[in-house]
């Protein structure tokens, strides 16, 4: 049976080491700071958000979440960016994606200040994970990095495959992999013969979004096998792997829920205070 790398725990532990540093920044005059921009009435966003605002609130974070009406335009959304780049009270920007259609989602995550992209998703912090400098990583690969170094997970030299290749999740997931010196395959939707690729996994993470789709066969007996999807089937919330077959072969596993989720909004409130941090590291104590 896997050992269960169990989100609820990790996030737990993490939390309580963040409120810490939260506390010793509104010691020296500096309350943590997130806005979120929240476009249309999507439902799953909706509950993103609010998951946020609830872990704000538990580590003293000041949250303002700005609900925008489904038709604001692209000059509408760039410009509450602009204001909230200038607003010093705010650490960190997010907007939740994703956006209405008629938005254009890269040129608005453009407009956040590097410095404040908690979600680490503009270019340059992108650039910066890709070419081995310091810079905001995304939440859900830095959370699994995170969950697999706290599990004792060995890495160095050790076959990853990720499944998927996305901006947010595949592609940074497998370049942390890669800076751990694992020996790194990503595969897609074009991939021919997938279980071959993944049946030699020491480290499995599966980022399709569909349900149940990575199954015992295709697992190697011992992986530590790390589940990102959130799919809902009939009212429930399921992964893209099959825990109930993949448990009895994996060494390691994560579930869903309790896996992947809580590690990522924990790593979004890792990257808020840090970006707090660095903004008194650098104009030392503030007063607003
Ligand atoms: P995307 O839809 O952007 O990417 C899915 C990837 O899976 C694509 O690269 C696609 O390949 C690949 N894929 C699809 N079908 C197959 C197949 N049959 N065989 C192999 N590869 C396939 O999704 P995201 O990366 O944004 O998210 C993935 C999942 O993770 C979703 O369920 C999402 O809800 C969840 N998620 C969870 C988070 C968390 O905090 N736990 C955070 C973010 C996402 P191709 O590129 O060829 O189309």
């Known amino acids: 049976m896997a050992i269960l790398m169990d989100g609820k725990v990790l996030a737990a532990e ?3 080491a963040l409120k810490k540093r939260v506390d010793a920044l509104k010691a020296a005059g500096r309350t943590v700071g ?10 799953a966003s909706q509950v993103y958000v609010r998951n946020k605002g609830k872990a704000c609130e538990e580590l003293g974070i000041l ?16 410009a509450e960016i602009d204001r909230l780049n200038r607003d010093s009270r705010m650490d960190g920007i997010l907007v939740q994606l994703p956006l209405p259609r008629h938005l254009d989602e890269a040129k608005a995550l453009a407009k956040i200040i590097p410095e404040k992209d ?5 270019i340059e912090n992108a650039g910066k994970l890709f070419t081995g400098q310091p810079g905001v990583v995304a939440c859900t690969p830095k ?16 076959e990853a495959v990720v499944i998927g290749r996305s901006n ?16 790194v395959t990503i595969c897609h939707s074009r991939t021919a013969d997938l279980a071959a ?6 480290i499995l993470v599966a980022a399709v979004g569909k349900p149940k789709f990575v199954t015992a066969d295709m697992v190697k007996p011992g992986a530590a096998v790390v589940d990102v999807g ?56 503030r007063t607003e």
């Not at 949250?63 to 760039?78: H, V, Y």
């Open 230 to 285: 959130i799919n809902r089937v009939d009212g429930k919330v399921v992964g893209d792997v099959d825990f109930d077959s993949v448990e009895k072969v994996a060494g390691y596993i994560s579930p869903v829920p309790g896996g992947v989720g809580k590690m990522t909004i924990c790593m979004l409130m890792e990257n808020t205070v840090e970006a707090a941090e660095n903004v008194l590291d650098a104009d030392g104590i």
């Open 143 to 158: 959370g699994i990095l995170h969950m697999l170094k706290a599990c004792g997970v060995p890495m160095k030299g050790k």
């Open 168 to 183: 947010i999740v595949g592609k940074p997931v497998a370049m942390l992999l890669l800076n751990e010196n694992c020996t």
């Open 14 to 16: 993490q939390m309580a």
């Open 63 to 78: 949250s303002e979440t700005l609900r925008l009406p489904a038709e604001t335009t692209q000059e509408e959304l760039e």
């Open 197 to 202: 690729h993944t049946r030699r996994a020491d």
């Open 118 to 122: 908690v979600d680490g998703f503009h």
């Open 34 to 43: 997130l806005a979120v921009i929240l476009v249309g009435d999507d439902p």
